[in-house]
């Protein structure tokens, strides 16, 4: 039998592109320029689609992300609107939304039309955060999380590694998101882009399965799930991540990098023997 069992989450580029903030990694920002699609949002029908795709992949999550460093009216409005019709169609898909910086109330309204998870990164430490950007600080994102709590919602928040980190940063970064204590924690990997200003070398595959290892003794009790960088950092020693401690991973597409296929993520995990959840709680 199956010893463990995997999660896995679907991510919908709501909008992307056109941020006004100057994240060093983020190709999403106007600063940089980098070769990336740039639309304001996706129709509804697109999302719903791509909802129903999911769930036929087996996801049991699926975020709703937009660009941007938070939530505006208009935006929440669309994001409620989307969520209410994904939730129509697809009624077994945890909704989770991701926004940006947002306030309780904002988040109370996300959590009335079917949204049931936020996700915000804390990205870095506290100390490096300002090495990575600086038109906002990082205060502002751990308030986020803290108002994601207050309002009812699972918490969904990680990080970046392999950003030219040191290993004092991600000790602090994971001190604070064991304060937190998500629901799930997101681990992404740095994926370079020539366009921007953040150059760093790929992580070594043993020091990246040594960081799940480290996260997961930290967070015993958090989902923890393999995001953006995935196959770009473990390339075909991927499946290694699960005996690492993850238990979840995104399929599909990321924001703005292309992903494995769901067919070949789903093959690997069952050749492991593990099993693949059918809802959100196991
Ligand atoms: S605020 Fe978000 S979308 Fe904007 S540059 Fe930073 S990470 Fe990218």
Request: glycine share 6%; proline share 2%.
């Amino acid at each position: 039998m199956p010893e463990k069992t995997v999660f896995l989450c679907a991510i919908c580029n709501v909008s992307s592109g056109s941020c006004s903030e100057d994240c060093s990694f983020c190709t999403q920002s106007v600063k940089y320029s980098a070769d990336i699609k740039r639309y304001r949002y996706k129709s509804i029908d697109e999302i719903v689609n791509e909802a129903l795709n999911a769930r036929k992949n087996r996801a049991v999550g699926f975020c709703l992300v937009t660009s941007g460093k938070g939530m505006s009216d208009s935006k929440l409005e669309f994001i409620c609107e989307a969520a209410s019709a994904v939730k129509k169609r697809v009624s077994d898909l945890n909704i989770i939304a991701c926004n940006g910086t947002a306030t309780v109330e904002q988040m109370k309204e996300l959590k009335k039309n079917g949204v049931s998870s936020y996700n915000h990164n804390l990205e870095s430490s506290k100390e490096y955060y300002e090495k990575i950007c600086t038109t906002h600080d990082w205060q502002e994102r751990y308030q986020t999380c803290l108002n994601v709590k207050e309002a009812g919602l699972d918490l969904c928040s990680g990080g970046i590694f392999g950003m030219g980190e040191d290993e004092a940063d991600r000790v602090s970064m994971v001190k604070s998101l064991k304060e937190l204590s998500p629901v799930s924690i997101a681990i992404n990997f740095f994926h370079p882009n020539p366009a921007l200003p953040l150059e760093a070398k790929r992580l070594d595959i043993d020091e990246a399965l040594k960081i799940i290892s480290y996260v997961k003794s930290q967070l015993s009790n958090s989902m923890i799930m393999i995001a953006g960088g995935r196959e770009y950092t473990f390339k075909d020693r991927q499946y290694e991540i699960f005996a690492a401690g993850a238990n979840s991973i995104v399929i599909g597409n990321y924001l703005t990098t292309k992903g494995d296929k769901p067919d070949k993520d789903i093959l690997m995990i069952k050749s492991l023997g593990l099993d693949i959840a059918g809802s959100c709680h196991g």
